[in-house]
Every structure is written in structure tokens, then in C-alpha cells.
């Protein structure tokens, strides 16, 4: 099929964008891989479950029904269960790739003159002894399991790591019925006190958190990590300690709680898989954009998550400029920036405020002290702490293409997505760019079909070539 603009992603930046396009005449093709549209941020339990009023687990309801009743009511195409692993330049613009139905089998291309990635983010969660026992599961996906299948991951959890979605995780479980043990945060809160000004903003929304965890009885403890989890086949207990000033465990602090889940992320990491692939400048570890949320690739814009870490209203705010500049820029007209004023100033107070939260709740310095050497840190080629020191210290790797190739660690189904920082931060390397071709597995068959066209509505039955 043909499109004005293809939007890759329906979550709170892929949805503004689209409706802020198609709203000024823009043909909108919203390509997402989740069964319903809203991401992370607005997942709804699954229709099967019959929920009749799922709100407790949600945070802006009344925003998401805005956004979805807009979705329903405008001329977007929202193509849902479509997953894309590659965009590809052509001479008209734009093939997106997508695999759609339950095996991901199915071919689907989209053409398009333009493309707004909005790809959101995945968290970082980094390894000590014991991550890889069951109950053990990352802060975002207790969420997810309590916002799209209204289940809790145990009865007794511990919630830890660093960053703001540790409080809307902990209050969720707790609200939920989970007795929450302990909610473990590294980050000291006086790191705070020098981003005031910054952080003012939400105020309110934390204190409204702290007034829920102390009502609910969840010990807070700041400035402490986990260090180990214990269990028997599955987790019983988790061990923390308090951290001195330099980010190094104080010896002497270390206390168990006992526990059936462990519910732990250290912040999170854009999504920049097709960017790269199309060969989009990266700054650090997001998408370089414009005041106009373009990238350097001519036709690309980016927006929410994608472009760097910072939430759902900076993902509105970023999504609802990239789909008027691309109304205007497809028009052949220069956008005029007082139209998306507001958004602007919300962009940047709110880019502001998520760099003082990126300073204060950074992992701790020295995490890698607690990781021992059978600490499994790829669990996809289950390679060892181990291996990655001695491909370093013994074998002479010097980045992290080198440490890949001599221990396999990034090789496997994630291609690196989970344990690439861990590798990274084990191997002394700074991280880099991944350039993978394909941002998720294909069928062979489905590549060799490639070269030929196909519909969004009528996928190929062409076999292998």
C-alpha cells in the first residue's frame, strides 16, 4: 500500500504524531506490533479478560481516552500486530518491512514518502548473583503484567534498581495486593537538592507516590542496592546493602529480605534499531533530532523515547511537533514554530527536567565489584562475568566487537539488547552503536520474498525466488 506518512509506533509520541499529521490532510499509515494502540505507558488489559473498569493500574486515563477516541475518529490506518524489522530508502521514499499473525510469518510492506520513528525505549536492567532466577523480573515488565493482564508476578516483592519508574511500579503492585517489602532506590535523594528548579515540576507527583507508599506501608530505602538474590530453584530472598559516596557497597550493611519477587531495572535505552539501520546520526545512546524533530536522513523524523528517555508527556510534546512539521514539510511549506509554541515549551522544560533525573539516578558507579565471575551476564550464550574479564585482561580485547567475537556474549536472540551494557560496563568499553540490519529476526523465506511487492491487505504468496 501507499501512504503519506508511515509512523512507526503507537505509543504517546506515535499517536500525537499521527493525529497531529492527519489532522492537516497528511495520509497516516501507524505500523505498532501491540495488538491495541498506547504503548507501555497506556497498555490496556487484553479484551479477553472482560475488564470492566481497569483504571487502577493506569496513569493518565484521561489523556489516553483522548488520544484513542481521536485514533478511532480520524482517517489514520492503524495497522496493529505488525512488526517491523527494517525500513529501507528507495527512489519513491520509504518500504517498510513488517511481519504480521501469530508466527510473525507474514509479510506486509508499507510504502511511504516519509517516516516518523517512534520506537519508544526498553529497560537496562545490570546483572548480579541470582538475576537469572525465576521471580526475578524486570520493574517494567511487573508493570506491564499488572496493566495488560491484571495479574501480580507474586505476593511478597521487592522493587529496586534506580529511576522514576521504581514508584509507579512499587504503588501499583501495592495497590494491587502486593505486599511490597521494600522499595530500593540507589540514588541518594540529596543528589536532588542542586536540580530543585528543574524538578519542581513534579514535585506533587512524587509526593503523591510517597503518600501512597506510606500508606500502603513500603519501606523506602534510598542510597541501598541489591547485591544478590537467593532462592532454590526460584527466589525466596534478595540481599541489599547501603552505598558509601562513591557508589561502592559499605561493608557491614548488607540485610536479606525475604521475597517471591524481585522486581528490578536500572532506567532505560531507546529503541534506535531501524535508525540506525537507515543511517541516522546517534548521540550517545538516542537519535539525533532537530527543533523539528527531524533526523539527518532527508524524510525521517523521530519523536518520544527514540530521541532520548523522558516520559509520556515529553513523547506527546515531541510526537505532536514532528506531525505538524511533517504536514508542512510534505506541503512543500517551511513549518512556522509558533504553531507548536505550547509543545515547545513543554519539550523543553520537560528535556530539562529528565537530564537532572539522568545525573541523580545513574547506576551505581562500581556495580561491577558485586557481580562475581559465575554471574551468567548473556543469558541468550550464557556467558559468564568470567569470560568477559579474561577476554580483557587475558586475551587482549579492547572494545566490544572484540569481547563479542572471542565470547559469544551479544550473539543471541536479543543480539545484545539486554546485556550489551552489562558486557560493556564488565569489558571497561564504552558502548556503541549496534548497526544491525534487521531490528528483529525474519524467516528466511520472508527474505528472499523481499525484493517483491506486496500489500499491507494482500500479502505475498509468492514462495522463495
Known amino acids: 500500500m501507499r501512504t503519506d506518512l508511515a509512523v512507526i509506533g503507537a505509543g504517546p509520541a506515535g499517536l500525537a504524531a499521527s493525529l497531529a499529521a492527519s489532522a492537516r490532510g497528511v495520509r497516516v499509515t501507524l505500523v505498532d506490533a501491540a495488538e491495541t494502540a498506547g504503548g507501555q505507558f497506556y497498555r490496556q488489559p487484553a479484551v479477553a479478560l472482560g475488564a470492566r473498569r481497569p483504571r487502577a493500574p493506569h496513569h493518565q486515563r484521561r489523556t489516553w481516552e483522548r488520544l484513542r477516541d481521536g485514533l478511532a475518529a480520524s482517517s489514520v490506518r492503524h495497522l496493529a500486530d505488525h512488526h517491523v524489522w527494517c525500513v529501507e530508502r528507495d527512489r519513491t521514499g520509504f518500504t517498510v518491512h513488517a511481519l504480521r499473525g501469530p508466527l510473525q510469518e507474514e509479510p506486509v510492506t508499507v510504502h511511504a514518502d516519509a517516516v516518523l520513528l517512534a520506537t519508544g525505549g526498553y529497560e537496562k536492567v545490570l546483572p548480579f548473583p541470582g538475576w537469572t532466577l525465576p521471580g526475578v523480573v524486570t520493574a517494567g515488565g511487573a508493570?506491564?503484567?499488572?496493566?495488560?493482564?491484571?495479574?501480580?508476578?507474586?505476593?511478597?516483592?521487592?522493587?529496586?534498581?534506580?529511576?522514576?519508574?521504581?514508584?509507579?511500579?512499587?504503588?501499583?503492585?501495592?495497590?494491587?495486593?502486593?505486599?511490597?517489602?521494600?522499595l530500593v532506590e540507589s540514588a541518594d535523594p540529596r543528589g536532588f537538592v542542586r536540580y530543585l528548579p528543574s524538578l519542581a515540576a513534579k514535585l506533587p507527583e512524587a509526593a503523591g507516590y510517597a503518600a501512597r507508599l506510606l500508606r500502603h506501608r513500603v519501606p523506602f530505602m534510598t542510597g541501598h542496592t541489591v547485591v544478590a538474590?537467593?532462592?532454590?530453584?526460584?527466589?525466596?530472598?534478595?540481599?541489599?546493602?547501603?552505598?558509601?559516596?562513591?557508589?561502592?557497597v559499605r561493608p557491614?550493611?548488607?540485610?536479606?529480605?525475604?521475597?517471591?519477587?524481585?522486581?528490578?531495572g536500572h532506567g532505560m535505552l531507546p529503541h534506535t534499531d531501524l535508525a540506525e539501520a537507515l543511517g541516522c546520526r546517534i548521540d550517545g545512546a538516542d537519535v539525533h533530532v532537530d527543533d523539528e524533530q527531524r533526523t539527518d536522513v532527508p524524510g525521517v523524523w523521530?519523536?518520544?523515547?527514540?530521541?532520548?528517555?523522558?516520559?509520556?508527556?515529553?513523547?506527546?510534546?515531541?510526537?505532536?511537533?514532528?506531525?505538524?512539521?511533517?504536514?508542512?514539510r510534505l506541503r512543500g511549506t517551511a513549518p512556522d514554530p509558533r504553531a507548536w509554541a505550547a509543545a515547545d515549551r513543554s519539550r523543553a522544560r520537560l528535556r530539562e527536567l529528565f537530564a537532572a533525573v539522568d545525573s541523580v539516578c545513574a547506576p551505581p558507579a562500581h556495580w561491577t565489584e558485586q557481580v562475581t565471575d559465575d554471574t551468567v551476564v548473556c543469558r541468550c550464550e550464557?556467558?559468564?562475568?568470567?569470560?568477559?574479564?579474561?577476554?580483557v585482561q587475558e586475551l587482549g580485547a579492547g572494545d566490544l566487537r572484540t569481547v563479542k567475537l572471542l565470547t559469544r556474549a551479544g550473539m543471541g536472540w536479543c543480539q545484545g539488547r539486554v546485556c550489551g551494557p552489562a558486557v560493556a560496563g564488565l569489558a571497561g568499553c564504552d558502548p556503541a552503536p549496534a548497526r544491525r540490519p534487521?531490528?528483529?529476526?525474519?524467516?528466511?523465506?520472508?527474505?528472499?520474498?523481499a525484493g517483491h511487492p506486496t500489500d499491507a491487505d494482500q500479502p505475498t504468496e509468492e514462495g522463495p525466488s
Open 252 to 264: 557491614g550493611t548488607a540485610r536479606r529480605i525475604p521475597c517471591d519477587t524481585l522486581a528490578v
Open 438 to 449: 534487521f531490528a528483529r529476526p525474519v524467516p528466511l523465506g520472508v527474505l528472499a520474498r
Open 143 to 182: 508493570q506491564a503484567l499488572l496493566k495488560g493482564g491484571l495479574a501480580v508476578p507474586g505476593r511478597t516483592a521487592v522493587v529496586a534498581g534506580t529511576g522514576p519508574l521504581l514508584l509507579p511500579v512499587a504503588t501499583g503492585l501495592a495497590a494491587a495486593g502486593v505486599e511490597v517489602a521494600a
Open 229 to 248: 538474590a537467593h532462592g532454590d530453584g526460584r527466589l525466596e530472598a534478595v540481599t541489599v546493602a547501603a552505598l558509601d559516596s562513591g557508589g561502592r
Open 302 to 328: 523521530a519523536a518520544g523515547e527514540t530521541t532520548g528517555i523522558g516520559g509520556a508527556a515529553l513523547a506527546l510534546a515531541e510526537g505532536h511537533i514532528a506531525g505538524r512539521s511533517v504536514a508542512a
Open 382 to 391: 550464557e556467558v559468564r562475568a568470567g569470560a568477559v574479564r579474561e577476554a
